[in-house]
């Protein structure tokens, strides 16, 4: 693990309970605060600085938990080091350095994953196969909406480090427009400000418009001082589907909505996946996820998502932030 970051506790939690996957290594920018570090999350070694860590041929694969604006130099540089990549997402704000990762990664015949790991959780899975069967019909506009609340000076908030609420939390709602809808045409975004941000183009709440390709919209809006809201809802011409924990998954439940009928079919009926009453981190999410990379790591199977999907991801990102911040429709 590159970084001694908040969600890497809840990803060193979910690797413990992983099939295939070991946490062996963290490294942080300072020795001391590493080694802390390693020993609250189980980590048998710490190293001083990325480099070190990098170093070490025992070493298969390395998840990126960084700021934003440093995933795609690490992931280049531990890809580079003939290290398999698990990079928290965005995986990058920008779809040239998207392209370099995985041009890295095929120079050194590795694999690079953007790690949206609400995409592969039952949950998410139901959802795809009900559209997919025509549950409720032609689907025409996805609804997105992902809001926290995080004090001024978060690093959330610091739009040098990737901040803004575009960058840091639109990624879930852009990701899902995409993987249920289709590319996007067409962005229009507005933002709201943040007066207390710092960096270029810092915003604290923002919504967009996407126009599809398939024809249908996409309608996302984020916030970074709002309380939390986990939004997700399908409509269809003759249904709609409502996921009301979309993005960590935790409930395992959607409702799917047909005229006066509602149900609520379970995510995972066989129990294949192993889910588990998980709590406010949802560290069940994150075990899946990694146990899908280490099992495509070990070749055992191809990542669900890759190249043409991450630069697509980052593509429709830039777009909707240049469009917030000319306040001007971006066509892709």
Same mark, same amino acid.
């Given at each position: 693990?590159?970084?001694?970051?908040?969600?890497?506790?809840?990803?060193?939690?979910?690797?413990?309970?992983?099939?295939?996957?070991?946490?062996?290594?963290?490294?942080?920018?300072?020795?001391?605060?590493?080694?802390?570090?390693?020993?609250?999350?189980?980590?048998?070694?710490?190293?001083?600085?990325?480099?070190?860590?990098?170093?070490?041929?025992?070493?298969?694969?390395?998840?990126?938990?960084?700021?934003?604006?440093?995933?795609?130099?690490?992931?280049?540089?531990?890809?580079?080091?003939?290290?398999?990549?698990?990079?928290?997402?965005?995986?990058?704000?920008?779809?040239?350095?998207?392209?370099?990762?995985?041009?890295?990664?095929? *120079?050194?015949?590795?694999?690079?994953?953007?790690?949206?790991?609400?995409?592969?959780?039952?949950?998410?899975?139901?959802?795809?196969?009900?559209?997919?069967?025509? !549950?409720?019909?032609?689907?025409?506009?996805?609804?997105?909406?992902?809001?926290?609340?995080?004090?001024?000076?978060?690093?959330?908030?610091?739009?040098?480090?990737?901040?803004?609420?575009?960058?840091?939390?639109?990624?879930?709602?852009?990701?899902?427009? *995409?993987?249920?809808?289709?590319?996007?045409?067409?962005?229009?975004?507005?933002?709201?400000?943040?007066?207390?941000?710092?960096?270029?183009?810092?915003?604290?709440?923002?919504?967009?418009?996407?126009?599809?390709?398939?024809?249908?919209?996409?309608?996302?809006?984020?916030?970074?001082?709002?309380?939390?809201?986990?939004?997700?809802?399908?409509?269809?011409?003759?249904?709609? #589907?409502?996921?009301?924990?979309?993005?960590?998954?935790?409930?395992?439940?959607?409702?799917?909505?047909?005229?006066? *009928?509602?149900?609520?079919?379970?995510?995972?009926?066989?129990?294949?996946?192993?889910?588990?009453?998980?709590?406010?981190?949802?560290?069940?999410?994150?075990?899946?996820?990694?146990?899908?990379?280490?099992?495509?790591?070990?070749?055992? !199977?191809?990542? !669900?998502?890759?190249?043409?999907?991450? #630069?697509?991801?980052?593509?429709?990102?830039?777009?909707?932030?240049?469009?917030?911040?000319?306040? !001007?429709?971006?066509?892709?």
């Amino acid at each position: 693990m590159l970084s001694t970051s908040g969600i890497g506790r809840v990803a060193a939690r979910a690797i413990a309970a992983a099939d295939g996957a070991e946490l062996v290594a963290v490294a942080g920018r300072e020795p001391d605060r590493a080694a802390a570090y390693a020993a609250e999350v189980g980590a048998p070694v710490a190293y001083g600085s990325y480099e070190e860590l990098l170093a070490d041929s025992g070493i298969d694969a390395v998840y990126v938990p960084l700021p934003i604006t440093l995933h795609g130099e690490w992931a280049i540089r531990a890809l580079e080091a003939g290290k398999h990549v698990l990079c928290e997402k965005p995986l990058t704000l920008d779809p040239d350095e998207a392209t370099a990762v995985f041009d890295a990664a095929e *120079r050194a015949g590795r694999l690079a994953i953007e790690g949206f790991m609400w995409r592969l959780h039952p949950q998410t899975l139901l959802v795809r196969r009900l559209l997919a069967e025509g !549950a409720v019909g032609e689907l025409a506009l996805v609804r997105a909406a992902l809001s926290v609340s995080a004090p001024p000076g978060d690093i959330r908030r610091t739009t040098d480090l990737g901040g803004g609420a575009l960058a840091d939390l639109g990624g879930y709602c852009v990701s899902a427009v *995409r993987l249920f809808g289709g590319e996007p045409s067409t962005v229009r975004a507005v933002r709201v400000a943040d007066p207390t941000g710092t960096g270029a183009g810092h915003d604290l709440r923002a919504s967009a418009i996407l126009e599809l390709d398939s024809g249908a919209m996409g309608l996302i809006d984020v916030g970074l001082d709002l309380e939390r809201r986990d939004q997700l809802e399908l409509v269809g011409t003759s249904g709609r #589907i409502v996921v009301d924990d979309p993005w960590l998954c935790r409930s395992g439940t959607i409702e799917l909505i047909r005229g006066e *009928r509602s149900e609520s079919p379970p995510a995972d009926p066989s129990g294949a996946f192993r889910l588990t009453a998980a709590g406010p981190d949802n560290e069940d999410a994150y075990r899946i996820e990694f146990e899908a990379a280490s099992a495509a790591f070990a070749g055992e !199977a191809s990542p !669900a998502f890759g190249r043409a999907d991450a #630069i697509a991801q980052a593509r429709a990102l830039a777009a909707a932030r240049r469009s917030a911040a000319e306040g !001007a429709t971006v066509r892709l």
